[in-house]
T-cell receptor, first 111, second 114 residues
Framework: GQSLEQPSEVTAVEGAIVQINCTYQ??????LSWYQQHDGGAPTFLSY????GLEETGRFSSFLSRSDSYGYLLLQELQMKDSASYFC????????????FGAGTRLFVKA | GAGVSQSPSNKVTEKGKDVELRCDPI?????LYWYRQSLGQGLEFLIY????????KSGLPSDRFSAERTGGSVSTLTIQRTQQEDSAVYLC????????????FGPGTRLTVL
C-alpha cells in the first residue's frame, strides 16, 4: 500500500530555520508536493519536487531523494504567520495521477 | 480569475438523510479531486476525475458515497444514508491537466451529521 510519515508537531522560534521531513512508501511514485493549511482554511500549494534535488521558492525550499524515499520542506526566517499545518503529498501513477496526503505536521512559531 | 468554489459551506443533517455537496473547479482545469478531512487530521483521498476518463473511485469509503462530474466541470459528491462518522470537512481541488502536482483547493464544506 501507499503510506507517508511526517512528524506530528514541530516548534521553532521566530527567525529560525525549521525542517519538516517526509518519508514515503509507494509504487509508481511520480513526485512530492507540500501544502500549507492554516486553521479553518484550505490547503495551499507550496512546492513540488518531481526530480531529486532542491527546489527553492522564496523562504521555502523543498528537497527530494527518490533513492531514499525521503523529502523535506525547509522554512527559513520563520515568521509568526508560518504557524500552520504542513502536509506532504505523494503523486503516483496508477493509470491516472492519484495523490495521497500525509497526516500533517503542526508548526508552532514562538516569539 | 475565480478559484475553486464549494457549496454549501456548512451542512447540518440528521443521520440517515442524503446530502449533496457541490464543487465548481477553476475554469479549464481538467482534473478534479475530492478529499475528506476530519478535525486535526490529514486529507483522505476520495475520488479523482481526469478529463473524460473513468474516475478513480478507490478512495470512496463505502457504497453510500458517489460522485459525478458533468460536462467536465461541476462535480457533485453524494452521501446517502449519512452516518455520524461522515462528519468532516469535504474538500474539492482542481488542477490543470492530469499532473496534479499543484492542486487548487476550495474552501470546503463542513458536514455535521447529528
Amino acid at each position: 500500500g501507499q503510506s507517508l510519515e511526517q512528524p506530528s508537531e514541530v516548534t521553532a522560534v521566530e527567525g529560525a530555520i525549521v525542517q519538516i521531513n517526509c518519508t514515503y512508501q509507494t509504487s509508481g511514485f511520480y513526485g512530492l508536493s507540500w501544502y500549507q493549511q492554516h486553521d479553518g482554511g484550505a490547503p495551499t500549494f507550496l512546492s513540488y519536487n518531481g526530480l531529486d534535488g532542491l527546489e527553492e521558492t522564496g523562504r521555502f525550499s523543498s528537497f527530494l531523494s527518490r533513492s531514499d524515499s525521503y523529502g523535506y520542506l525547509l522554512l527559513q526566517e520563520l515568521q509568526m504567520k508560518d504557524s500552520a499545518s504542513y502536509f506532504c503529498a505523494v503523486r503516483f501513477n496508477t493509470g491516472g495521477f492519484k495523490t495521497i496526503f500525509g497526516a500533517g505536521t503542526r508548526l508552532f512559531v514562538k516569539a | 480569475g475565480a478559484g475553486v468554489s464549494q457549496s454549501p459551506s456548512n451542512k447540518v443533517t440528521e443521520k440517515g438523510k442524503d446530502v449533496e455537496l457541490r464543487c465548481d473547479p477553476i475554469s479549464g482545469h481538467t482534473a478534479l479531486y475530492w478529499y475528506r478531512q476530519s478535525l486535526g487530521q490529514g486529507l483522505e483521498f476520495l475520488i479523482y476525475f481526469q478529463g473524460n476518463s473513468a474516475p478513480d473511485k478507490s478512495g470512496l469509503p463505502s457504497d453510500r458515497f458517489s460522485a459525478e462530474r458533468t460536462g467536465g466541470s461541476v462535480s457533485t459528491l453524494t452521501i446517502q444514508r449519512t452516518q455520524q462518522e461522515d462528519s468532516a470537512v469535504y474538500l474539492c481541488a482542481s488542477s490543470p491537466g492530469g499532473s496534479g502536482a499543484e492542486q487548487f483547493f476550495g474552501p470546503g464544506t463542513r458536514l455535521t451529521v447529528l
